[in-house]
């Protein structure tokens, strides 16, 4: 099964120029998990970056820069921690990075869709967390306050722009108002990096919103 | 600009290996010679309006490359201090440029370019010339370190090292990039920015290297947003014309 939603080339690359913030920066890597033609892309892109700093104005160093970087070359590199996966029953899908982060445990958030928080390293304007629902049910629907990017890890769903299987890629924003709904199969688990506030259609939402606050 | 460029070349090329302990790089004084030529025929037949942008002629650049990249394996095999002076000499300045214009403060800017150049010393040995090319690499190198000495600084020095790395480490196996030796992609994604129209390559520029939402680079450049979204959109689409098929 191929991926065929991906985010746009501008997302690609903000995520290769590192402009994204870590939320969403998660989101994007979850779809290039999946997807070796963005990898590609986002490949080009740092060749943009690249040939972009090779012929950029140069800015006048301190005196002594270059000496003061000498005196460093032979200080000892700085181990890098390696870092073990954490959580257990772990979707598979996810960039390796975001396995090593703590997760939250599942929790319910409306009629048989449930919510698992990922614990980011770093304060980040951009929430995620792990959405899961059964076949048949709809995915909250809500409004949007802010952009939200979704990636299905596992399952699929299916709204108004398509059918939307691992690796697809979805961003919503303040003009959209989409109902998704989980196709027949497996449950369907997606990755969901959000900003801003969600305003959840309908007394359920309205009850399910102090469960959101992350 | 790009007409005094392969000369500056030359003249670089022969005064830093008279300079260095490096033996001359095979080819790369022929190949400045070809862009010489090369720059000498097209002086006359390119158009005449003056061009803004810096992306240099290719043949001089794929010299220039050839010569970072006899850097960097200098510096990996035998840690050549030299061979690490002249690639610091071109780009922690520009590192440092590139920082200022994401928003670091000018102390900032010029640790992270420090940093970044160390890093390039520490990781010279495993530089890879077959999967980038060394303004890409080191370009990765500072964009991780950037993003590492933000939140260092923000967390009061309780990040770890490297952690921006692992967030770019995607997958290892290559996919259909690897049908092109880096060489050849840098040169054909230089090719496909100077094909971009000034007012195009400005807007990926400022994208690219100022952390700036798209309404500021509205305002810099007095043009209403939805120009800048469409110019962007539009330069995103031409190089995806062009690098798509063979990247
Ligand atoms: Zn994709």
């Known amino acids: 099964m191929s991926v065929v939603h991906h985010p746009d080339d501008e997302t690609l690359a903000a995520f290769s120029a590192g402009a994204l913030d870590l939320g969403q920066r998660i989101a994007v890597a979850t779809h290039l998990t999946a997807c070796a033609h963005c990898r590609d892309w986002v490949r080009a892109m740092e060749r943009v970056g690249g040939a972009l700093l090779a012929e950029a104005a140069p800015a006048a160093l301190a005196s002594d820069a270059l000496d003061r970087t000498l005196a460093r070359l032979d200080e000892p590199t700085p181990a890098v921690a390696a870092r073990a996966r954490t959580a257990k029953d772990l979707p598979s899908g996810l960039p390796r990075f975001v396995e090593s982060y703590r997760f939250g445990g599942w929790r319910w958030v409306a009629p048989r869709v449930s919510l698992r928080p990922i614990v980011l390293p770093e304060a980040s304007a951009t929430r995620v967390f792990l959405l899961k629902a059964p076949a048949g049910v709809g995915l909250l629907r809500h409004d949007h306050t802010g952009p939200e990017m979704t990636c299905v890890l596992t399952g699929a769903f299916r709204h108004e722009g398509g059918r939307y299987g691992p690796g697809d890629f979805d961003f919503g924003d303040d003009t959209v108002n989409h109902e998704p709904r989980v196709e027949e199969g497996e449950d369907c688990v997606c990755l969901v990096a959000m900003q801003g506030d969600l305003r959840w259609s309908g007394w359920l939402g309205r009850l399910a919103q102090p469960f959101l606050r992350l | ?247």
């Open chain 2, 1 to 247: 600009m790009i007409q005094n460029a392969a000369p500056r070349v030359l003249r670089a090329m022969y005064v830093s290996t008279l300079n260095l302990g490096l033996p001359p790089p095979p080819g790369v004084f022929r190949a400045a010679l070809t862009a010489l030529r090369r720059t000498s025929a097209r002086r006359f037949t390119s158009n005449s309006t003056p061009n803004l942008t810096t992306v240099p002629d290719n043949r001089t650049a794929s010299a220039r490359d050839d010569r970072w990249v006899a850097l960097i394996h200098a510096i990996g095999a035998r840690q050549d201090r030299q061979a690490f002076a002249e690639l610091f000499g071109h780009f922690a300045p520009r590192i440092k440029s590139y920082l200022q214009r994401t928003g670091a403060s000018e102390a900032q800017a010029e640790d992270v370019a420090q940093e970044t150049m160390l890093s390039v010393w520490r990781k010279a040995a495993l530089f890879d010339a077959a999967s980038a090319g060394v303004a890409t690499w080191i370009f990765t190198i500072a964009r991780n370190s950037r993003i590492d000495a933000f939140r260092r600084e923000r967390r009061g020095g309780a990040i770890r090292v490297g952690d921006a790395e692992a967030e770019f480490e995607i997958d290892p196996t290559p996919g259909a990039e690897a049908r092109l030796a880096a060489g050849q992609a840098d040169a054909r994604v230089r090719e496909a920015l100077a094909e971009l129209s000034e007012d195009q390559l400005r807007v990926v520029r400022m994208s690219f290297f100022d952390e700036i939402a798209h309404s500021d680079i509205a305002r810099t450049l007095q043009i209403p947003l939805g120009t800048v979204k469409s110019r962007l959109r539009l330069a995103m689409k031409r190089l995806r014309g062009i690098l798509d098929q063979d990247l």
